[in-house]
C-alpha cells in the first residue's frame, strides 16, 4: 500500500499544495485550473460566507460588501493571533481564519488524490519572527494545530528554501553547489545545499545542507517602500497642518502602505480626526484624498495599484499609476529609480542575509555553481542584478517562482513519510 503524502507552501502573497501519489509528484489546480492560488480570503457581509484566492479578490475590487484579508501568514507569531479580529461585526480568531483557506487547498489535494491525505510536509520560512526564537517557535506551533485541525495526522516541517532546492534537484544531471534564494511577500530565505540526482533518493538530507539564513522582509515590504515613496504623498503623507505648522500623523499612512494593517484603519474616530485635521491642513487638495480612501474603504484598492506599478515597473522604466477611484483622472508617474532607490535599503538586508549563508556554511561566493532564484519578489530587476553581481560565475535557475516550494515539499514528503505505509511514521 502506497503512502499518500503532500506538501503546502503557505505563502504571505501566494499557495501552493502538490501531492506524492505512488511516486508521482505533482501540483494540484487549486482554482480554475492554476497550481498557486492567492492567499487571500474575502467574507461576504451578509452570511461571512468565505470565498478565496482569486475569487476573493475579485469579489473585493468589484465593491461587493464584505471584509477582505490578504497576508495572513505574517500574523502567525505575533499578539494578533490571539487577539483576533472582528469580520462584519463577529470576532474570529487568526487561527480559524488560516484554517478556513488551508482546508480549501487540503480538500482539492483530497480530491485530486481520490482520499484523504494524512501527511503533509509543510513549509515554513527560516524565520517567521526576526530575532525572536520564542515567537518563531510559537509561530510554527500556531501552524502545527491548524494543520491538525484541518485533518492532517502526521505532519513535518521544511525549510522553505530547502524545498526549493529538492523541486531544482529533480531534473539534475551530476552535482552542484547551490544557494537558495527564495523571496516571498513576506520573507526571503537562504540555504546553501548540495545537490544531484543521486543525493535526491537520500532519506536524510542534513549533511547536504550547509546553511540556512533569512530575513524578514520581501516583496510587501517593497509595496510599503514603494508607497510611502511615491504614493502617499499624493495622499498627504508628511504635509503640514495648523498655525504650528506640525507635521500631520504619520501612522496611517504607514498601515495604509502595509497589507496586515489596511483594515485596522476604517474607524469612526480615524475618519474624524482626519476631517478635523482636513480643515487645517496646508494642502487639502492631497490630504482630502486621505479622506476619500478611508471613507470610501479603498485601501486594498491603493496597496494593489501600488503592487501593480511595482510589477509594470519590471518592463518599463516609467509606470503613469492609475488612481482615478480616489478622483477623476488622477495617475501618478512613478520611475524605476525612485522604486530602486525606495527599496534599496531592503535588498541589503536581502544580501545581507545571502552573503551570511555563504559565511555559515564556509563557502566562497565563486564555488557556487548555481543560483535557485524562487518567489515573485525575484522577479524585481534590482534584485535580479545584485544576485547576479554577487554570484558572476554562477549558473541562474529561476523557472516556476511560483510553484516549486510546493513542489519541493511533496519531493520532502516522499522522502520523510516513505514508499509504503508499513514505514513507521512519527506524528510531530
Known amino acids: 500500500?502506497?503512502?499518500?503524502?503532500?506538501?503546502?507552501?503557505?505563502?504571505?502573497?501566494?499557495?501552493?499544495?502538490?501531492?506524492?501519489?505512488?511516486?508521482?509528484?505533482?501540483?494540484?489546480?487549486?482554482?480554475?485550473g492554476q497550481v498557486t492560488i492567492p492567499s487571500a480570503i474575502f467574507f461576504q457581509r451578509d452570511d461571512n460566507k468565505a470565498f478565496y484566492g482569486r475569487n476573493a479578490v475579485n469579489l473585493f475590487f468589484d465593491r461587493k460588501q464584505g471584509r477582505f484579508m490578504r497576508s495572513l501568514k505574517r500574523v502567525l507569531g505575533t499578539p494578533l493571533m490571539k487577539h483576533g479580529t472582528v469580520v462584519n461585526g463577529t470576532t474570529m480568531n487568526f487561527s480559524t481564519i488560516i484554517s478556513s483557506f488551508l482546508r480549501t487547498l487540503k480538500a482539492k489535494a483530497d480530491a485530486e488524490a481520490g482520499q484523504e491525505i494524512e501527511h503533509v510536509v509543510m513549509g515554513r520560512p527560516v524565520h517567521f519572527i526576526d530575532q525572536s526564537p520564542e515567537a518563531d517557535a510559537q509561530a510554527q506551533a500556531e501552524l502545527l494545530e491548524i494543520a491538525r485541525r484541518i485533518g492532517f495526522k502526521h505532519i513535518e516541517f521544511q525549510f522553505e528554501p530547502i524545498a526549493a532546492a529538492f523541486a531544482h534537484e529533480a531534473k539534475l544531471t551530476g552535482e552542484k553547489l547551490a544557494i537558495v534564494a527564495d523571496l516571498g511577500?513576506?520573507?526571503?530565505?537562504?540555504?546553501?545545499?548540495?545537490?544531484?540526482?543521486?543525493?535526491?533518493?537520500?532519506?536524510?538530507?542534513?549533511?547536504?545542507?550547509?546553511?540556512?539564513?533569512?530575513?524578514?522582509?520581501?516583496?510587501?515590504d517593497f509595496d510599503k517602500d514603494l508607497s510611502l515613496a511615491a504614493i502617499m504623498p499624493e495622499l498627504g503623507y508628511r504635509s503640514h497642518y495648523g498655525e504650528k505648522n506640525l507635521e500631520v500623523p504619520l501612522k496611517p499612512f504607514h498601515d495604509l502602505a502595509e497589507w496586515s494593517r489596511v483594515n485596522f484603519l476604517y474607524t469612526p474616530k480615524l475618519i474624524m480626526q482626519t476631517r478635523q485635521l482636513l480643515f487645517q491642513s496646508h494642502d487639502k487638495k492631497r490630504y482630502k484624498r486621505l479622506l476619500s480612501v478611508l471613507e470610501n474603504e479603498t485601501g486594498h484598492t491603493v496597496l494593489a495599484a501600488t503592487e501593480g506599478a511595482k510589477i509594470a515597473l519590471?518592463?518599463?522604466?516609467?509606470?503613469?499609476?492609475?488612481?482615478?477611484?480616489v478622483e477623476?483622472?488622477?495617475?501618478?508617474?512613478?520611475?524605476?529609480?525612485?522604486?530602486?532607490?525606495?527599496?534599496?535599503?531592503?535588498?541589503?538586508?536581502?544580501?545581507?542575509?545571502?552573503?551570511e549563508c555563504l559565511q555559515n556554511a564556509g563557502v566562497r561566493?565563486?564555488?557556487?555553481?548555481?543560483?535557485?532564484?524562487?518567489?515573485?519578489?525575484?522577479?524585481?530587476?534590482?534584485?535580479?542584478?545584485?544576485?547576479?553581481?554577487?554570484?558572476?560565475?554562477?549558473?541562474?535557475?529561476?523557472?516556476?517562482?511560483?510553484?516549486?516550494?510546493?513542489?519541493?515539499?511533496?519531493?520532502?514528503s516522499q522522502n520523510k513519510f516513505g514508499k509504503t505505509a508499513e514505514r513507521k511514521i512519527e506524528t510531530v
Open 328 to 355: 477623476p483622472d488622477f495617475f501618478i508617474p512613478i520611475k524605476r529609480t525612485l522604486f530602486e532607490e525606495s527599496i534599496r535599503g531592503e535588498v541589503d538586508k536581502i544580501i545581507a542575509s545571502a552573503t
Open 1 to 32: 500500500m502506497t503512502t499518500l503524502s503532500c506538501g503546502i507552501d503557505f505563502g504571505t502573497s501566494n499557495s501552493s499544495i502538490a501531492i506524492d501519489n505512488a511516486g508521482e509528484i505533482s501540483l494540484v489546480p487549486v482554482e480554475n
Open 314 to 325: 519590471t518592463n518599463v522604466d516609467t509606470y503613469e499609476t492609475p488612481f482615478d477611484f
Open 185 to 220: 511577500g513576506g520573507t526571503s530565505d537562504f540555504t546553501v545545499i548540495r545537490l544531484s540526482n543521486q543525493a535526491a533518493r537520500k532519506n536524510d538530507r542534513s549533511s547536504d545542507i550547509l546553511a540556512n539564513t533569512g530575513v524578514r522582509v520581501g516583496g510587501n
Open 365 to 412: 561566493k565563486q564555488d557556487i555553481d548555481l543560483v535557485i532564484l524562487t518567489g515573485g519578489s525575484t522577479e524585481v530587476p534590482l534584485v535580479q542584478a545584485e544576485f547576479k553581481r554577487l554570484f558572476p560565475n554562477a549558473a541562474i535557475a529561476d523557472e516556476n517562482k511560483l510553484s516549486s516550494v510546493g513542489l519541493g515539499l511533496a519531493y520532502d
